[in-house]
């Protein structure tokens, strides 16, 4: 099973950018697809975006324009751009891996069987 763990997370103001990285060990992340979810306070674990081993990328229409999940297999690591924050996109943000033996979309969390501890995105006025 791969294990994940993110990092690029920090406060920052709206407007502003930020990269998050998932970086991977333990099996080859261009095996798996890839998603990144977030958690608001108060709120359930949302879809953001997922990339999928054929590079086919699909994102949440909150994030859509802003956000790009792009992947670098030399690095086994995939990464998550955010431009143009804002205050409500803030929230704890998870990368997550599955494989599954049907086509799926990847939207949903019981579709990926391997998750990082995540990683704190703060979005100030």
């Known amino acids: 099973q791969v294990q994940l763990v993110e990092s690029g997370g920090g406060l920052v103001q709206a407007g502003g950018s930020l990269r998050l990285s998932c970086a991977a060990s333990g099996r080859s992340v261009s095996a798996y697809a890839v998603g990144w979810f977030r958690r608001a306070p108060g709120k359930e674990r949302e879809f953001v975006a997922r990339i999928k081993w054929s590079d086919s990328t699909y994102y949440a229409d909150s994030v859509k324009g802003r956000f790009t999940i792009s992947r670098d297999n030399a690095k086994n690591t995939v990464y998550l751009q955010m431009n143009g924050l804002k205050p409500e996109d803030t929230a704890v943000y998870y990368c997550?891996?599955?494989?599954?033996?049907?086509?799926?979309?990847?939207?949903?969390?019981?579709?990926?069987?391997?998750w990082g501890p995540g990683t704190q995105v703060t979005v100030s006025l």
């Open positions: 997550a891996a599955g494989a599954r033996a049907y086509p799926t979309g990847y939207t949903s969390t019981g579709e990926y069987d391997s």
